[in-house]
């Protein structure tokens, strides 16, 4: 299986209706009908899989169970060759890799400058800008997992955004392959590309094509308003509000943006993004 990974709000969802698209050649695909869903995260499934109530644990015992968890699953499900993943690649305390290297084949990390992440996350979370910033950096942050309020969904272990970056392209276990957002936007049929190929999947440059048409924003806020979004958190204006036509520099303060490139500066000139 290959993981598609990224920090929140990085493209994965829009990766994932590409792909969708591609693969069953379906014309003009229902969002909500997405493949290549989140297989890792839910309790029931764990539950089930490894014999214990996921609620009694800990999160380093549920990190110690996670990998078997997840092999299990892979093994299990042979016919999805890819998932989506928010969480950081970690060692659990037991010295296992909670997402193992002798089962996952790959990984395609999806990487997005955090400037644009930051009104995207907010959004989706229904957070003012600057909290967002704060969780943006907090290293323990986690999505979800809340029992007390019934939640179906086990604790993504998300980390800063330098943190979930560098967790997973500075690994040497498996193989990374990282696209950039940004260049995704500027060719999406050229980097979609990239993309079917690390998937291992054949490269067919028509359907590519077209998946890239279908699957272009202005069409996905269309039947987002015609028929809603399923993986829509508390997002005040729309899973796809803005995609392609967010600019930081509309939405962020000078001092916002000054805390951003002092929390994430290191990594984002790493991948060419100006902190200037």
Known sequence: MILLASYPKSGNTWVRSMLTHYLSDAGDMNINQLTLKQPFILRADFDEAVGVNSADLSMGALDNLRADFCRDYIADNSDEFAAKVHDIQRIAPNGRAVFPCDSVRGVVYLIRNPLNVAPSFANHLGFEIRRTIKVMNRPLFRLSGRIEFGH???????????????????????????????????????????????????????????????????????????SGFSEMNFAKNGFFAKGAARDYRAELSDAEIAQINADHGAVMRRFGYATD
């Open 152 to 226: 179906h969904l086990l604790p993504q272990q998300i980390g800063t955004w330098s943190e979930n970056v560098t967790s997973w392209v500075d690994q040497r276990d498996i193989p990374v392959t990282v696209v950039r957002y940004e260049d995704l936007l500027a060719d999406p049929v050229g980097n979609f590309a990239r993309i079917v190929a690390a998937l291992g999947r054949d490269v067919d440059a028509d359907r590519i094509a077209q998946a890239a048409e279908y699957c272009a924003f202005d069409r996905l806020q269309r039947q987002e308003a015609a």
